[in-house]
């Protein structure tokens, strides 16, 4: 028998997929003490299918009416919630991997749909949020506390692991189930309650995620989620009641949040932006190192806070170049959705647009461009954002192309 989370998981994607047999476009709702809520907001994002730049939804800028209902929805729920002990707790989080287990296709398929990832990194994206949530399961073990006795005459010591309060996270885009279940499964199972914002570009499976986390017995009020760009993250920042947050993105805008969060006495954890580096060495076996490389630089269309960007070729290593080179011509671009394709598209035109320059950028200050990914046209998909594998080298310390992170392929 499907539960309800399960039909409503695959109702979401069906109805989705019949999107445009209707005359509306689907608005996205925000979800607030256990309800999913229309917005009343007259600013709205467009949702777009990467994979081919149709419109497939408009997102809210929640309003400060919202955005602070759902932060007294969960002010009020950690009253009861924080008092729920670890080992009940856990049991929601054993629920829940439950139901992600069984709608990890629905899931995959909406991370698909609005991010562009093929389909098997779109299981890979739900599957390493599924670790996370696992893990939770063990709260009753990880949240114990210390004790120490005598630690001077008359005196021990002791220690407790005790939640904050509301808590917020801050989500990308690029691992849109991954990172909400790095987030919320945490924070919740240690007695907090939780606001998620999750990136205006792909918010429909953090919105399925809610309802299955609903389901699995997590009590109204304990999660919320709110819309939006730079208003709501400035409300998160600076509401009072937000005691903690938890932000992964670019390092301008964790810089900001880092800034203006811990200027409230928040405490901030900012996950941000990267320049990964590889070093082969000649005596590395060839054939497993350039696949590798192939794997961590074009994967997920580059679109990775751990994506291998810069390779330092030692030695007679230099000489595998080229055979590198046709291995990432050999990589298929397309969306997402179809079998045999090897690089989706990047998230948004600017992003493609980005990335483009960057690696002119490269051309233009000197550097020798082996293979070039732009102008990529996909048949029956031209309005898609699609870069194709790109390998630029001799690239120098003081090339734009090096100092920045490209975040594509």
Same mark, same amino acid.
């Given at each position: ?6 039909? %409503? $998981?695959?109702g979401?994607? &069906? ?9 509306g476009?689907?608005?996205? &709702? ?10 009343a907001?007259?600013?709205? !994002? ?9 419109v #497939? ?5 929640s ?10 929805? $969960? ?13 009940n ?9 439950? %139901?992600?287990?069984e @709608? ?10 609005e991010q562009?990832?093929t389909?098997p990194?779109?299981h890979g ?8 949530v696992e893990?939770?399961?063990g ?22 692991r005790?939640?904050l ?19 919320f ?6 007695g ?9 570009k ?5 919105m ?7 389901? $699995? ?7 919320? #989620?709110?819309?939006?760009?730079h ?11 937000? +005691?903690?947050?938890?932000?992964? /993105? ?6 900001y949040i ?7 006495g928040?405490?901030v954890q900012?996950?941000m932006?990267?320049?990964?580096? /590889? ?8 054939e ?6 192939v ?25 595998? !170049?080229?055979?590198l080179?046709e ?9 997402g =959705? +179809?079998?045999?394709?090897?690089i989706?598209?990047? !998230?948004d ?10 690696i002119?950028?490269?051309v233009?200050?000197?550097?020798? %461009?082996?293979?070039?990914?732009? /102008? ?5 998909y031209? /309005?898609? @954002?699609?870069?194709g594998?790109?390998?630029i080298?001799d690239?120098e $310390?003081? =090339?734009?192309?090096y100092?920045?992170? #490209?975040?594509?392929?």
């Open positions: 028998m499907l539960s309800n989370a399960t039909r %409503l $998981a695959r979401h994607m &069906q109805a989705r997929q019949l999107r445009f047999m209707s005359t476009v689907p608005k996205v &709702q925000n979800f607030i003490n256990g309800k999913f809520v229309d917005s907001t007259d600013k709205w !994002i467009e949702l777009t299918n990467p994979a081919n730049g149709e #497939i939804g408009l997102v809210p800028e309003t400060q009416e919202e955005m602070q209902a759902a932060t007294d929805a $969960a002010k009020q729920a950690f009253k009861t919630w924080k008092d729920v002990s670890p080992p707790r856990a049991r929601v989080m054993l629920n829940l991997q439950r %139901l992600i287990r @709608n990890k296709d629905a899931l995959a398929a909406s991370v698909t749909l562009g990832k389909l990194d779109a994206d739900v599957f390493r949020g599924l670790e996370i893990h939770t399961c709260a009753g073990t990880l949240l114990m506390g210390e004790s120490l006795g005598n630690l001077a005459s008359n005196l021990d010591t002791y220690s407790y005790i939640p309060g509301v808590c917020a996270g801050i989500a990308p885009f690029n691992f849109p189930a991954m990172i909400p279940l790095w987030m499964p945490v924070g919740t199972v240690c907090n309650t939780y606001v998620l914002k999750p990136s205006e792909d918010p429909g499976c953090a399925m995620l809610a309802k299955l986390a609903q389901e $699995a017995g997590l009590p109204d009020g304990v999660l919320n #989620i709110i819309h939006g760009a208003d709501s993250v400035n409300f998160i920042c600076d509401n009072p009641d937000i +005691k903690a947050i938890s932000f992964v /993105g670019s390092n301008q805008a964790g810089e880092y800034n203006r969060g811990s200027e409230t928040k405490r900012a996950n932006g990267a320049k990964n580096h /590889g070093t082969i060495l000649p005596d590395a076996d060839k497993m190192t350039l696949d590798a490389l794997g961590a630089a074009f994967g997920a269309a580059g679109q990775r806070c751990m994506a291998l960007s810069t390779v330092i070729f030692v030695g007679e290593s230099q000489e595998w !170049i080229p055979e080179v291995k990432a011509k050999k990589l298929t671009v397309g969306p =959705h +179809k079998d045999g394709v090897d989706g598209p990047v !998230i035109k600017g992003a493609k647009d980005r990335i483009e320059s960057l002119q950028s490269g233009d200050e000197g550097a020798t %461009l082996l293979l070039d990914g732009r /102008g990529v046209k996909v048949d029956g031209e /309005g898609g @954002n699609y870069v594998a790109t390998i080298s690239v $310390a003081h =090339h734009t192309c100092k920045e992170e #490209i975040f594509g392929t």
